[in-house]
């Protein structure tokens, strides 16, 4: 197989937005060719989200099929990055199937909507420098770019914070309970946080 007609723009499937930079094969569309998914989290991301995980000249890639029902995805997941979308979709199932409350507060931003967050995270703390610890002016916002959610409650952030690397997922900053990102592959422990958004 090869892969043509890289896709400039995001466009919906399945209910996600497909990342920029995403292909086709073979008719389905391809994201984050990165990503290395072990057989159990090709079968579970398959049979939870509708994306399937394949071997191409060597690189695990997801193809995404259309999913099936309005339960494909977990509220909030609009504009975020594929990955991530089915990561949180999946782990907020399982919370929810331990009894532990979970729901995004914040994903995808716009510019604008961010720059807004900047201003007055500049105007609270001060100085840019003392609000970069907080938030990021948009071009460097990992919200804006579909790679962040927010949660609460504190018991589901805590939740997953213990469990999210099953997915990928991981707390980025000492300073936020409530950030997450896939940071890791599905299984193999979180890297070490980072003080706060400022020493990205």
């Known amino acids: ?12 499937v399945s209910g996600f937005t497909v990342a920029r930079g995403a292909g086709e094969i073979a008719g389905k569309r391809v994201i984050r060719p990165e990503l290395s998914l072990c057989r159990y989290h090709r079968r579970m991301l398959r049979w939870r989200v509708g994306a399937v995980a394949a071997v191409v000249a060597g690189i695990t890639v997801l193809l995404l099929e259309p999913a099936v029902g309005p339960a494909a995805g977990a509220d909030g997941i609009g504009g975020l990055d594929p ?25 995808y931003r716009t510019p604008a909507e961010q720059e ?5 995270g500049i105007a609270t703390y001060g100085s840019p420098g003392a609000a970069r610890r907080w938030v990021l002016p948009p071009e460097e916002s990992t919200h804006v770019q579909g ?5 609460a409650p504190q018991e589901g952030a805590n939740w997953l914070e213990a469990n999210g690397n099953r997915w990928g997922l991981c707390r980025t900053y000492e300073n936020e309970w409530w950030h997450f990102e896939v940071a890791t592959a599905p299984g193999a422990p979180c890297p070490a946080m ?7």
């Open 1 to 12: 197989m090869t892969t043509s007609s890289v896709a400039g723009q995001a466009d919906a």
């Open 83 to 107: 990955v991530l979308a089915g990561a949180y979709t999946l782990a907020e199932q399982q919370a929810h199937a331990e009894g532990v409350p979970l729901w995004i507060n914040s994903g």
């Open 116 to 120: 807004q967050l900047w201003e007055d």
């Open 147 to 151: 790679r962040a959610v927010d949660v």
């Open 194 to 200: 980072l003080p706060d958004a400022g020493d990205r």
